[in-house]
């Protein structure tokens, strides 16, 4: 199947098995940030006006589904240095996993940023942060960089 008509299935498939499993992982636990509140994130979501002892049931799952993030994260990160590692080295590999390798670093950067405001009596601001973490790894990082990269995998197994 083409990358283009992988793309067209989900918004993370990128058409590489071993990647595409991890994305199925994490798309698990992203539909769990998702009902960790209960309510919509919206700007009025105030965990102030929650029955006492729920901010801190919130805070647990967060904190329990944020570990279990940054560890699927960092596993697929290696894993996708180890396949960037088995490409062929030319111009156009040794460009897109200099690039790839960046994008990593700076989205291990933002996973810290996004879990720092996380706190015990107003969840709900470190649920929106983690979620727009998740948001912006799948449309920016996912789009842009993993489909490369199952498309340089893909056209090196073509060759061989
Ligand atoms: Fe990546």
Request: charged residues 30%.
């Given at each position: 199947?083409?990358?283009?008509?992988?793309?067209?299935?989900?918004?993370?498939?990128?058409?590489?098995?071993?990647?595409?499993?991890?994305?199925?992982?994490l798309?698990?636990?992203?539909?769990?940030?998702?009902?960790?509140c209960?309510k919509?994130?919206?700007?009025?979501?105030?965990?102030?006006?929650?029955?006492?002892?729920?901010?801190?049931?919130?805070?647990?799952?967060?904190?329990?589904?944020?570990?279990?993030?940054?560890?699927?994260?960092?596993?697929?990160?290696?894993?996708?240095?180890?396949?960037?590692?088995?490409?062929?080295?030319?111009?156009s590999?040794?460009?897109?996993?200099?690039?790839?390798?960046?994008?990593?670093?700076?989205?291990?950067t933002?996973?810290?940023?996004?879990?720092?405001p996380?706190?015990?009596?107003?969840?709900?601001?470190g649920?929106?942060?983690?979620d727009?973490?998740?948001?912006?790894?799948?449309?920016?990082?996912?789009?842009e960089?993993?489909?490369?990269?199952?498309?340089?995998?893909?056209?090196?197994?073509?060759?061989?």
């Amino acid at each position: 199947m083409h990358t283009e008509e992988c793309s067209a299935i989900g918004d993370s498939d990128v058409c590489n098995p071993a990647i595409d499993e991890d994305y199925h992982a994490l798309a698990q636990l992203i539909a769990r940030v998702g009902i960790v509140c209960g309510k919509p994130l919206t700007h009025e979501c105030d965990c102030d006006k929650c029955p006492e002892g729920k901010p801190e049931l919130c805070f647990d799952s967060l904190i329990e589904i944020g570990r279990e993030i940054m560890v699927r994260m960092l596993e697929h990160f290696h894993r996708e240095d180890d396949l960037m590692k088995a490409l062929p080295r030319n111009r156009s590999t040794r460009e897109h996993c200099a690039a790839h390798r960046r994008e990593h670093v700076y989205f291990s950067t933002r996973y810290n940023q996004s879990v720092a405001p996380i706190n015990v009596h107003h969840p709900v601001t470190g649920l929106r942060t983690v979620d727009t973490f998740i948001s912006d790894w799948i449309r920016s990082h996912i789009l842009e960089y993993d489909v490369k990269l199952a498309s340089l995998l893909k056209t090196e197994s073509l060759r061989q």
